[in-house]
């Protein structure tokens, strides 16, 4: 079976590009457009710097995170994930930091297992996605953003069911254990 190709280059031509806003997380472009019909309009792209996610497996567990998460207006259960708000070299340096930020842990093997673009219809963001292993206690370094972060582990079985029954809602963590998914599958 053949893979799927791609049809090709370019259907839009930027005609002007303009910030609108930028903060330390984020930054807003408003670009002026034309499309190959012939079709002007405008394009807004929040541009963020590179993220990791990561899958923490210890045994038959799944590290967690929880926190309140201000654009849903709710606490959401995730797995560990951010961003450093600066262009990062070593994306595996990013993954530790945050699974060391978030949940407290070192890892003794980290396996890169995929990258993504994360909402592409609107953000110029990658996500990194890591699978640690081997994980030992290491000091909590949170950010203030953090500050209501908490910790879970909870049984492969509990993850994946929290996923089904939409406990767990965030695309980034589902997309990440897909990959983990395909992963553990090649490996026998």
């Not at 930091?97 to 963001?125: C, K, N, P, S």
């Not at 998914?181 to 026998?188: F, G, T, V």
Request: proline share 3%; with cysteine.
């Amino acid at each position: 079976m053949n893979p799927v190709q791609t049809t090709g280059g370019r259907t839009i031509t930027t005609l002007s590009s303009r910030e609108v806003y930028r903060n330390r997380w984020m930054r807003l472009r408003e670009d002026e457009i034309l499309r190959s019909n012939g079709a002007k309009g405008i394009y807004g792209v929040v541009e963020k710097d590179d993220a990791a996610i990561i899958v923490p497996l210890d045994h038959d567990r799944v590290w967690l995170v929880e926190q309140y998460r201000y654009t849903i207006e709710e606490r959401a259960l995730e797995l560990p994930q951010g961003g450093w708000e600066m262009e990062i070299e070593n994306p595996e340096e990013l993954a530790r930091g945050e699974l060391r930020e978030e949940i407290g842990m070192d890892a003794a093997e980290m396996i890169h297992l995929g990258t993504v673009w994360i909402a592409y219809g609107f953000t110029r963001q990658k996500q990194h996605i890591f699978l640690a292993t081997g994980l030992t206690p290491a000091e909590k370094d949170p950010d203030a953003e953090e500050h209501d972060l908490t910790a879970h582990s909870v049984t492969v079985k509990e993850f994946e069911q929290m996923m089904l029954d939409g406990t767990i809602r965030d695309v980034c963590t589902t997309s990440a254990w897909g990959f983990y998914l395909m992963w553990k599958a090649r490996q026998h």
